[in-house]
């Protein structure tokens, strides 16, 4: 994507090249020994490289063809000068400099373009020999070091601690952990813990609180299903799962920073924030004028089952979509704490993949989450994930009544958590995700997106073109054919009468995901919002684990090394533009790159709905959705 060298990098070339010899053109002419002449050379010569290239790429210049112009004109005309200068009183010719120069500009591009490509085939070799032809799934490599690192708690702090790491919110002090220009807090609690008597309860306020705790460790996971694919089958797991964590520049700033919050993926049942891919230290490293957040909600059937026909089940009113009201709780919390942190409690944007992704697309039709937000950017999730219906959840109470052999509500409150994770893992094909219940999510979202439900906020959609295997990868090939089996009989009936061989199964489902994201885009553009869709296209290096939303949030995030343990290389020329674009999104500004604003990136603009940017080998382009979507028909 990025040239090696531009027309900008030479006119910086022929400045520079000028202070190389008037250095030591002058520094000789006045008697200096050979070092200092060497010593000026170069001093004037980084100087006028360092002045010219923040000229030549700036902003006022790049942005207009005719200011680019202009200013080439005026270095070719003063070199020209320098140069007659320089022969005519000093007896030296700034041409063999600048042929120095050239050899330099061309030179160094060159050598770090091939000594990257060796870093890649190193990388993409032992990501090969662990996945072979990724057949069986992601394989992750986690010794017994990291497990135990991963798995290590926070504690309260009764003595001495490190104050500049420290942040006081309402609900307690938090010590986090500087490494390099990055603090991290991790493990904060954003409610009660719902254990005991607040097991199946929607989430509680935390009291108030001027305890000082540590924030150097991930909370919790979830309990949830574990599947072969699933890296969090390493973290320890716990019904008290309610916790978030902050990632924040060191560099303190009086300005308050627009807040990105991390939503994981799972398809409901399994995933967490202690999955490298969740991490956004690599973001914030690169941005450091945003602060990033992500937080675990409970799963599977902690978070979305239907007790209402249980007897004694009155008392859990909420279970139906506990785990999109511990969302809310999230985003609650940070709209009120996050600017202790250095946080714009009004400029907070939303992020998900997959289930996160279907989570957003709710909470924007969602009375209660009004205000918690004002943009967000999903991939690979949309309302249709939140189309069950209540007699799914009511089915999932009964059946595990059935297997823990219990009758009231009284006795599924007694159950011990491991007994819960058994049965869990053994419905894991019939557990439903959040319902449209008319209460907390709209009956038809799509209709409360026409009325202007979510037109306050902002929306990038992104559509995966091989996600399907992603999905495989995490669940394994038997889930995931039942998986598939049971997708296409939801589907039309005058569709599955075609439907023959179960190789053209997931191609059918991943057309329905298609047109599912294509149908959100257009219903929120129809109902005030502005869209912008963004098409994922890149080939896997590995095809049967794909390439979809995991590579997708990793190059947004530019978590490399998460996408490496994950089967995948990171194209980082990519990874940066979408990095810029993001960005912009965050900060509110236009969705443009102007030529060179990322070096050896030509202008490009990302055009909103009904157009499309599409991502295919390392690459962008802008086009409309309709050409696109004229195959994708069902």
């Given at each position: 994507?990025?040239k090696l060298?531009?027309?900008?990098?030479?006119?910086?070339?022929f400045?520079?090249?000028?202070g190389?010899?008037?250095?030591?053109?002058?520094?000789k002419?006045f008697g200096?020994?050979?070092?200092?002449?060497?010593?000026?050379?170069?001093?004037?010569?980084?100087?006028?490289e360092?002045?010219i290239?923040r000229?030549?790429f700036?902003k006022?210049?790049?942005?207009k063809?005719?200011?680019?112009?202009?200013?080439?004109?005026?270095i070719?005309?003063?070199?020209?000068?320098?140069?007659a200068?320089?022969?005519k009183?000093?007896?030296t010719?700034l041409?063999?400099?600048?042929?120095?120069?050239?050899?330099?500009?061309?030179?160094?591009?060159i050598?770090g373009?091939?000594?990257?490509?060796?870093?890649?085939?190193?990388?993409?070799r032992?990501?090969r020999?662990?996945?072979?032809?990724?057949?069986k799934?992601y394989v992750?490599?986690?010794?017994?070091?990291?497990?135990?690192?991963?798995?290590q708690?926070?504690k309260?702090?009764?003595?001495?601690y490190?104050?500049?790491?420290?942040?006081?919110t309402?609900?307690?002090v938090?010590?986090?952990?500087k490494?390099?220009?990055?603090?991290?807090?991790?493990?904060?609690?954003?409610?009660?813990?719902?254990?005991?008597?607040?097991?199946?309860k929607?989430p509680e306020?935390?009291?108030?609180?001027e305890?000082?705790?540590?924030?150097q460790?991930?909370?919790?996971?979830?309990v949830?299903?574990?599947?072969k694919?699933?890296?969090?089958?390493?973290?320890?797991?716990?019904?008290d799962c309610l916790?978030?964590?902050?990632?924040?520049?060191a560099?303190?700033?009086?300005?308050?920073?627009p807040?990105?919050?991390?939503?994981?993926?799972g398809d409901?049942?399994?995933?967490?924030?202690?999955?490298p891919l969740?991490?956004?230290?690599?973001?914030?490293?690169?941005?450091?004028?945003?602060?990033?957040?992500?937080f675990n909600?409970?799963?599977?059937?902690?978070?979305f089952?239907?007790?209402?026909?249980?007897?004694?089940?009155?008392?859990?009113p909420?279970?139906?979509?506990l785990?999109l009201?511990?969302?809310?709780?999230?985003?609650?919390?940070i709209?009120?704490?996050i600017a202790?942190?250095g946080?714009d409690?009004?400029?907070?944007?939303?992020?998900?993949?997959e289930?996160?992704?279907?989570?957003?697309?709710?909470?924007?039709?969602?009375?209660?989450?009004?205000?918690?937000f004002?943009?967000?950017?999903?991939?690979?999730?949309s309302?249709?994930?939140?189309?069950?219906?209540?007699?799914?959840?009511?089915?999932?109470?009964?059946?595990?009544?059935?297997e823990?052999?219990?009758?009231?509500?009284?006795?599924?409150?007694?159950?011990?958590?491991?007994?819960l994770?058994?049965?869990?893992?053994k419905l894991?094909?019939?557990?439903?995700?959040?319902?449209?219940?008319?209460?907390?999510?709209?009956?038809?979202?799509?209709?409360a997106?026409?009325?202007?439900?979510?037109?306050?906020?902002?929306?990038?959609?992104?559509v995966?073109?091989n996600e399907?295997?992603?999905?495989?990868?995490?669940?394994?090939?038997?889930?995931?054919?039942?998986?598939?089996a049971?997708a296409?009989?939801d589907?039309?009936?005058?569709?599955?009468?075609s439907?023959s061989?179960?190789?053209?199964?997931?191609?059918?489902?991943e057309?329905?995901?298609t047109?599912?994201?294509?149908?959100?885009?257009a219903?929120l553009?129809e109902?005030?919002?502005?869209?912008?869709?963004?098409?994922w296209d890149?080939?896997?290096?590995i095809?049967?684990l794909?390439s979809?939303s995991v590579?997708a949030?990793?190059?947004m995030l530019?978590?490399?090394?998460a996408?490496?343990?994950?089967?995948?290389?990171?194209?980082?020329?990519?990874?940066?533009?979408?990095?810029?674009f993001?960005?912009?999104?965050?900060?509110?500004?236009?969705?443009?790159?102007?030529?060179?604003?990322?070096r050896?990136?030509?202008?490009f603009?990302?055009?909103?709905?009904?157009a499309?940017?599409?991502?295919?080998?390392?690459?962008?382009?802008?086009?409309?959705?309709?050409?696109?979507?004229?195959?994708?028909?069902?």
């Amino acid at each position: 994507m990025k040239k090696l060298f531009t027309i900008d990098d030479f006119a910086v070339a022929f400045v520079s090249a000028m202070g190389y010899g008037y250095g030591e053109a002058i520094s000789k002419l006045f008697g200096w020994p050979p070092l200092a002449c060497i010593v000026a050379s170069f001093a004037l010569g980084i100087a006028l490289e360092e002045i010219i290239d923040r000229i030549a790429f700036s902003k006022t210049v790049q942005k207009k063809k005719e200011n680019r112009i202009i200013t080439y004109a005026v270095i070719v005309i003063l070199f020209l000068a320098a140069h007659a200068a320089a022969v005519k009183w000093m007896g030296t010719s700034l041409m063999d400099y600048l042929l120095e120069e050239f050899a330099y500009v061309v030179g160094l591009p060159i050598l770090g373009f091939f000594f990257n490509l060796l870093i890649r085939w190193y990388r993409i070799r032992k990501i090969r020999s662990l996945y072979g032809d990724g057949s069986k799934g992601y394989v992750f490599d986690v010794d017994d070091e990291e497990i135990e690192e991963i798995n290590q708690q926070n504690k309260p702090i009764s003595g001495e601690y490190d104050t500049d790491c420290a942040v006081k919110t309402r609900t307690g002090v938090y010590v986090g952990e500087k490494q390099g220009k990055i603090i991290s807090y991790l493990g904060i609690p954003f409610a009660k813990p719902p254990v005991g008597d607040l097991r199946w309860k929607a989430p509680e306020p935390l009291p108030s609180s001027e305890t000082v705790y540590e924030a150097q460790n991930f909370g919790p996971s979830a309990v949830q299903v574990e599947h072969k694919g699933d890296i969090l089958k390493h973290h320890r797991q716990s019904e008290d799962c309610l916790y978030l964590n902050i990632c924040v520049s060191a560099e303190n700033t009086e300005e308050k920073k627009p807040v990105l919050v991390m939503f994981h993926h799972g398809d409901f049942t399994f995933s967490g924030t202690a999955d490298p891919l969740m991490y956004g230290d690599g973001y914030i490293r690169n941005h450091p004028d945003i602060i990033f957040v992500s937080f675990n909600f409970r799963l599977g059937i902690f978070g979305f089952i239907d007790f209402s026909e249980v007897p004694g089940g009155e008392a859990c009113p909420d279970a139906l979509n506990l785990g999109l009201l511990d969302q809310i709780a999230a985003l609650e919390w940070i709209k009120e704490n996050i600017a202790a942190f250095g946080g714009d409690p009004e400029r907070i944007t939303v992020m998900g993949f997959e289930s996160g992704a279907a989570s957003i697309c709710m909470l924007a039709a969602c009375g209660r989450a009004k205000e918690l937000f004002q943009k967000a950017f999903v991939f690979s999730g949309s309302p249709e994930y939140a189309y069950e219906t209540p007699e799914a959840s009511r089915t999932l109470a009964e059946n595990l009544m059935k297997e823990t052999g219990t009758a009231t509500m009284t006795e599924l409150m007694q159950l011990k958590t491991s007994v819960l994770k058994k049965t869990a893992q053994k419905l894991w094909r019939n557990l439903p995700g959040p319902t449209c219940d008319g209460k907390l999510i709209p009956t038809d979202i799509y209709r409360a997106y026409k009325d202007g439900a979510a037109s306050g906020i902002a929306f990038i959609l992104g559509v995966p073109g091989n996600e399907l295997p992603v999905i495989r990868s995490f669940i394994g090939r038997q889930n995931y054919d039942e998986l598939i089996a049971a997708a296409v009989s939801d589907l039309r009936k005058s569709i599955t009468d075609s439907i023959s061989s179960l190789e053209s199964k997931p191609e059918l489902v991943e057309k329905w995901l298609t047109l599912g994201m294509h149908r959100c885009a257009a219903t929120l553009n129809e109902g005030g919002s502005r869209v912008h869709l963004l098409y994922w296209d890149e080939k896997p290096l590995i095809q049967n684990l794909g390439s979809g939303s995991v590579d997708a949030v990793a190059v947004m995030l530019g978590n490399d090394e998460a996408l490496q343990i994950y089967g995948n290389v990171m194209n980082k020329d990519l990874s940066e533009v979408l990095q810029g674009f993001l960005h912009k999104f965050i900060q509110g500004n236009a969705l443009k790159l102007y030529t060179n604003e990322i070096r050896g990136v030509d202008a490009f603009t990302w055009k909103p709905f009904p157009a499309v940017i599409m991502v295919s080998e390392g690459k962008l382009q802008c086009d409309t959705i309709e050409d696109n979507m004229a195959e994708e028909t069902l």
